[in-house]
């Protein structure tokens, strides 16, 4: 996710979201996002669906220090699980979501930690939103095999436009470009869809 966004952005981005999260309804498997954070745009999904919805965050250990880095942080109680989970559901409740503690399964820790031992077999929409390479790449190795054929990968730090170029962080941007690119190398090309509409997303094909 970028550091700032206007207003009109961040609405852009949601609506993105419902849009692509409406497409995959009645297609096998549950939904997942990586790195939840504040949990804003996790309602957003979890309103969007009647699916379980799967939040991925590293609320309660250090971070690593490229992450923190960039941001200028250290790890602080602001981004603590037994703080954030109830503020979560809460604006999934302004979502509409009726029982958010059961649709909406948190996990907490690194991704790179949690993700290889992660149970469920199928997944029909990943939205990932973890900055780094490292989160990237255990994405892509991890969940694109267990997405259903006409799922969904939303990339939120894929991009290779000017505007992005000049408005946000670059090194983030190349990592993500890195991991996502040197995964799709080992795939065949006919076998997903790249689309770009405010944000790349990846749909496949088979």
């Known amino acids: 996710m970028p550091n700032s966004e206007t207003s ?7 609506g993105l979201i419902r849009n692509l999260v409406n497409k995959i309804e ?7 996002e990586l790195g939840v954070m504040w949990g804003a745009s996790l309602a957003v999904i ?12 590293n609320w309660q ?23 954030k989970a109830p503020l979560i559901y ?12 059961e649709q909406i399964q948190l996990i907490d820790g690194l991704v790179e930690d949690t993700l290889p031992t992660w149970e469920v077999d199928r997944v029909a929409f990943v939205h990932v939103d973890v900055d780094l390479y490292s989160g990237y790449k255990v994405a892509m190795e991890t969940l694109w095999p ?20 000049r408005e946000y962080d670059r090194t983030t941007r190349l990592g993500a470009i890195a991991a996502v690119d040197e995964y799709l190398a080992t795939l065949s090309e006919d076998s997903y869809t790249f689309n770009e509409d405010f944000r790349w997303w990846l749909q496949k094909n088979a």
Do not use: C, M
Request: no cysteine; hydrophobic share 30%.
């Open 146 to 165: 267990k997405l259903s054929k006409g799922g969904i990968f939303l990339l939120d730090e894929y991009h290779r436009t000017e505007q992005y170029e």
């Open 26 to 32: 009645d297609i096998e498997g549950d939904v997942v």
């Open 8 to 14: 009109s952005q961040v609405d852009q981005r949601f």
């Open 90 to 101: 809460e604006k999934a409740r302004n979502q509409g979501v009726v029982n958010p503690e």
């Open 61 to 83: 250990q250090d971070h690593p220090a490229e992450w923190e880095a960039e941001r200028n942080l250290t790890t602080t109680t602001n981004f603590r699980f037994t703080q």
């Open 46 to 57: 979890a309103g969007a669906t009647k699916k379980t919805v799967w939040g991925f965050d």
